[in-house]
């Protein structure tokens, strides 16, 4: 038996549901917000990501799944979706309408060649929202607050986690006063920690392990020497968040997995799922679309993730719904089909082709959870009329066939 690849995945029935429960409304509410649909590659070039997620970032160091093509190009399976959203901006130039905004939001799977465990997948689905031409931190707050619209029209409770990762002004003399102070611990930090002093010292900060973390209470914080547009900034979104009574905690260590962050960067994590806990990142870019070629666009946006989302959601129980249609004799079965053609303008309709006895068919409408059992027996061929039972009212009726 051929069975799906470890980390992966098939969706039905109330799983299924439960995915497309969550695309459509993150869908409805970020078309409120403005945003309009993009589609992308799932397949791009490795560059794209070395270049803009970042070599030293565990996702492109460790987890593509890449590849070389029949015609010699070096692929991967797109390992989030902001890279290659950005590369489709800047090839169709809209990076040079400089005043205007866009708004673009997509979902679909992402591949991440990680050590599959509750939460964790290889192959995961993304909904995400991406903001081109807005350099105010007012749009930070705002998709924040569109996330926090999207889990509470899908019920789930969150905690917000936010930061910010500076600019070029501020971000490279931190790093070196993180470098110093880093160095001084050199042998009793991990030795990815000990990779990283010179890769990627940011990534320290969140090294998972807790001897680490106890060494690194002390220091340097980024967020106490930010310049001031930074500086500004931050404190302008806190003060947002606050006079929306959206709780949140400023977390110092929060730094992302991701290298093309600058200024906010946050995180919404769920304390009911586990340790792979969170549900929902994102923050500011500002560098990135300049990075991939086009012209300077700030830029912010975030995504989620479904599959941890949906052991989150508790879907509402499925009510009756459309009709069930069947007859008891062969000779009838071919009238049904005009019948559940005229039904199905407005309503679902599941045919039976086999003749049955009533009884049986009562017992399909059960099993489709039909509302209508409607049945042609012997006597409703004859007077070409139908036998309707609705499952719920339990009434029963004969109506003609005109008036079906
Ligand atoms: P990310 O934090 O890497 O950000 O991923 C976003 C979300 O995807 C995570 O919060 C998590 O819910 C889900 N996720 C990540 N990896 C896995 C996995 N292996 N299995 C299941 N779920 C997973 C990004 O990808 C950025 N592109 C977000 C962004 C958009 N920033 C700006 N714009």
Request: a neutral charge; hydrophobic letters at 35%.
């Amino acid at each position: 038996m051929i069975n799906a690849l470890r980390g992966m995945k098939d969706l039905t029935f109330e799983e299924s549901e439960r995915f497309v429960h969550i695309v459509t409304t993150a869908i409805s509410i970020s078309k409120k917000y403005g945003y309009s649909y993009i589609e992308t590659p799932i397949l791009e070039e490795t560059k794209l990501f070395k270049r803009s997620v970042g070599e030293s970032s565990d996702i492109v160091g460790k987890e593509m799944y890449q590849f070389t093509d029949k015609g010699g190009n070096d692929v991967c399976m797109r390992p989030e979706g902001t890279a290659g959203v950005v590369r489709a901006f800047v090839q169709a130039k809209l990076d040079r309408r400089q005043n205007e905004k866009f708004k673009f939001y997509y979902y679909g799977p992402m591949f991440r060649y990680e050590r599959p465990q509750k939460g964790r997948l290889r192959e995961f689905h993304q909904f995400g929202c991406e903001s081109f031409g807005e350099a105010s931190v007012y749009e930070d707050f705002t998709i924040i607050q569109m996330i926090g619209d999207i889990f509470k029209a899908l019920g789930i409770g969150y905690n917000l986690q936010i930061n910010s990762l500076g600019c070029p002004t501020c971000m490279p003399p931190y790093r070196q006063n993180l470098i110093n102070f880093l160095t001084n611990y050199q042998n009793k930090l991990c030795e990815d920690c000990n990779r990283r002093i010179s890769t990627n010292p940011i990534r320290v900060l969140d090294c998972k392990n807790e001897t680490c973390q106890s060494y690194l209470k002390d220091s340097p914080k980024l967020i106490e020497s930010l310049c001031d547009s930074c500086d500004e900034d931050f404190n302008k979104l806190v003060k947002l968040l606050k006079s929306e009574n959206i709780s949140y905690e400023i977390d110092t260590h929060l730094v992302r997995g991701l290298d093309y962050y600058s200024k906010t960067a946050f995180e919404f994590v769920s304390n009911e799922i586990g340790s792979q806990s969170a549900i929902a990142g994102g923050g500011r870019y500002d560098k990135l679309v300049e990075f991939l070629d086009g012209k300077p666009t700030p830029a912010v946006g975030f995504a989620l993730g479904i599959e941890r989302i949906m052991e989150l959601v508790q879907m509402p129980e499925i009510e009756r719904q459309g009709y069930y249609l069947g007859a008891m004799e062969q000779d009838a079965i071919d009238s049904l089909f005009a019948l559940a053609s005229k039904k199905r303008d407005r309503d679902k309709v599941t045919l039976e082709y086999a003749p049955k006895k009533l009884k049986a068919h009562l017992k399909g409408a059960d099993k489709v959870n039909a509302r209508y059992c409607a049945v042609v027996g012997e006597d409703e061929f004859k007077n070409q009329t139908v036998w309707v039972k609705d499952l719920v009212k339990k009434e029963e009726s004969i109506i003609s066939w005109s008036d079906f």
